[in-house]
């Protein structure tokens, strides 16, 4: 419950990697009250993140809400319709990568699966994306040396442990030259027919049936 609250709240989850020393993206939190003075707020904003920023709900999923802001009017559009969603926002600053997913498993001693790589034809990964459109191409495994693939999962369960997760995540990067980014944690993540998550662990060799079984044995011993 812990670890799905703190995955959930994007806030939370900057400041848990951060303490943990998890490479992840600069961040502030904003809140309704900031837009009082918000020439000053869009000047800190500036100054720490700089323009392109991403603006997020903290506590919503599948880019519900999410914009890209490129000056000071979309900045204060993307906040207004953050708030619609929740009490808090945060900004990000923008990062560009390609967009890798990690499937992990397990309680103490988790394990990470080989790495899936999505390409929005799209600015960005948005609902439509997601859901709605054939916009986005899927690559298993992903499209990165093996070495950076060794990384990525590193990270994975780094981030896994310090947030106190159990039984599955899927955790999600951005893969720079520069370096790994870990963009976010998804303690429940989709379980559908064209959801990362089943497609990465039956990548790496379990069935449907072992990945459910085991999901419950995990929940059992826990």
Same mark, same amino acid.
Not at 164 to 191: H, K, M, W
């Given at each position: 419950?812990?670890?799905?609250?703190?995955?959930? +709240?994007?806030?939370?989850?900057?400041? =848990?990697? +951060?303490?943990?020393?998890?490479?992840?993206?600069?961040?502030?939190?904003?809140?309704?009250? %900031?837009?009082?003075?918000?020439?000053?707020?869009?000047?800190?904003?500036? +100054?720490?993140?700089?323009?392109? @920023?991403?603006?997020?709900?903290?506590?919503?999923?599948?880019?519900? &809400? =999410?914009?890209?802001?490129?000056?000071?009017?979309?900045?204060?559009?993307?906040?207004?319709?953050?708030?619609?969603?929740? &009490?808090?926002?945060?900004?990000?600053?923008?990062?560009?990568?390609?967009?890798?997913?990690?499937?992990?498993?397990?309680?103490?001693?988790?394990?990470?699966?080989?790495?899936?790589?999505?390409?929005?034809?799209?600015?960005?990964?948005?609902?439509?994306?997601?859901?709605?459109?054939?916009?986005?191409?899927?690559?298993?495994?992903?499209? *990165?040396?093996?070495?950076?693939? %060794?990384?990525?999962?590193?990270?994975?369960?780094?981030?896994?442990?310090?947030?106190?997760?159990?039984?599955?995540?899927?955790? %999600?990067?951005?893969?720079? +030259?520069? &370096?790994? *980014?870990?963009?976010? *944690?998804?303690?429940?993540?989709?379980?559908?027919?064209?959801? @990362?998550?089943?497609?990465?662990?039956?990548?790496? &060799? @379990?069935?449907?049936?072992?990945?459910?079984?085991?999901?419950?044995?995990?929940?059992?011993?826990?």
């Amino acid at each position: 419950v812990l670890a799905s609250a703190a995955c959930m +709240d994007k806030a939370m989850t900057h400041t =848990v990697l +951060d303490q943990a020393g998890i490479p992840n993206a600069m961040w502030a939190d904003i809140y309704p009250w %900031d837009l009082e003075n918000f020439d000053e707020t869009e000047l800190e904003l500036c +100054d720490t993140l700089g323009y392109p @920023m991403f603006v997020k709900p903290a506590n919503a999923g599948s880019s519900v &809400g =999410v914009s890209k802001a490129a000056n000071k009017e979309e900045l204060l559009s993307a906040l207004q319709l953050a708030f619609e969603h929740d &009490g808090k926002a945060v900004v990000e600053e923008f990062i560009k990568g390609r967009e890798v997913e990690c499937a992990v498993f397990g309680n103490h001693g988790a394990k990470a699966s080989v790495l899936g790589e999505i390409a929005p034809k799209k600015e960005f990964y948005d609902y439509e994306a997601k859901y709605q459109d054939d916009s986005t191409d899927l690559y298993i495994p992903a499209r *990165i040396s093996e070495e950076t693939a %060794d990384l990525v999962r590193e990270l994975a369960l780094a981030a896994y442990e310090a947030l106190g997760c159990a039984g599955l995540s899927r955790v %999600d990067f951005f893969v720079q +030259d520069e &370096g790994i *980014i870990l963009n976010e *944690i998804n303690t429940l993540p989709g379980f559908t027919a064209i959801s @990362m998550y089943p497609k990465l662990m039956m990548e790496g &060799g @379990m069935t449907h049936f072992e990945l459910i079984s085991g999901l419950i044995e995990l929940a059992l011993n826990k």
